[in-house]
């Protein structure tokens, strides 16, 4: 698949005044989920030239797409950055990432996520020659939160968001990927309940962000448990066109994560591993 690259055509909706860019703070709803939004030591970049070399990649889920891996991880390729989305300006990426939660702790910890081994992974193989990530995830989340847009904290509305950001940064969009199902395993969701809002999350992603390939990850595992509901739906919204198989988290067993669910060094790296293989299979369909 060709990567469609240039802003024409993002954030097709309606929202034109301030109140577009808003966030609902969802610490306020869901424990321990502020955002990292500390801009010391921090170092703005500018959007520089932005071609085919280029892997824009905006990260949505749960807590093990937020800052929980225990140590943070320093990228060795210095053309990794992020976009924040709370201010829309471009960072030198540095975990812990902005814009995301601390999974298990608070603002001010230092962890760190498997994005960034990722993009490492993608620049060093040779794919890229530079990366941009865009984190959106929030921690102890799940399906049907991204998928409302009537009960805080309007999670679904972050999409917007989302790509607006991308569309007044000039930044195209290589893939969405999506890492999410452990909160769905605990709260026993059926397949027909996970898959409805999936295909309302994909169709707004759709809207929103046109021609951006979604990769959907499978993961389900929460403390040793999974759920053949969630694994199944998560498959299921799998097309080959639009949307495409992400990496098996769920076969990441419990020597990679440090309580059993999140994602410890080993872990996170095994995931950005397999991260690299399902985006570059994409992206060749």
């Keep these: ?144 939160q991204w998928a409302s847009e009537t009960t805080a904290p309007f999670l679904f509305n972050m999409i917007n968001v989302v790509s607006l950001r991308l569309r007044d940064a000039g930044l195209p969009c290589t893939a969405i990927m999506w890492g999410q199902g452990e909160s769905d395993t605990s709260a026993n969701t059926s397949q027909a309940s996970y898959t409805a809002s999936m295909n309302k999350i994909i169709a707004e992603f759709n809207h929103a962000i046109p021609n951006c390939p979604i990769l959907v990850a499978q993961e389900s595992y929460y403390y040793g448990a999974t759920s053949a509901a969630v694994l199944a739906a998560q498959a299921a919204v799998v097309n080959g066109t639009t949307v495409f198989a992400g990496e098996n988290v769920d076969s990441i067993g419990s020597g990679g994560r440090y309580d059993n669910t999140h994602l410890n060094e080993t872990g996170a790296d095994q995931r950005a591993t397999l991260a690299v293989a399902a985006l570059m299979a994409a992206l060749a369909s």
């Design 1 to 144: 698949m060709a990567m469609i690259f240039g802003g024409a055509g993002l954030a097709r909706n309606n929202f034109t005044n301030p109140d577009a860019y808003y966030i609902y703070p969802p610490g306020s709803v869901i424990t321990g989920a502020d955002p990292v939004l500390d801009l010391a030591g921090r170092i703005e970049v500018t959007r520089g030239n932005i071609d085919d070399r280029t892997a824009v990649i905006v990260f949505i889920g749960q807590s093990l797409s937020a800052n929980e891996v225990p140590t943070p991880y320093v990228a060795v390729n210095t053309n990794i950055d992020q976009l924040n989305i709370y201010d829309g300006k471009l960072y030198r990426a540095k975990d812990p990432l902005l814009g995301i939660n601390v999974s298990g702790g608070a603002v001010t910890d230092l962890r760190g996520t498997w994005m960034l081994p990722m993009a490492d992974k993608l620049i060093t193989a040779g794919y890229f020659d530079r990366v941009i990530l865009v984190p959106m995830a929030v921690g102890n989340t799940r399906a049907d």
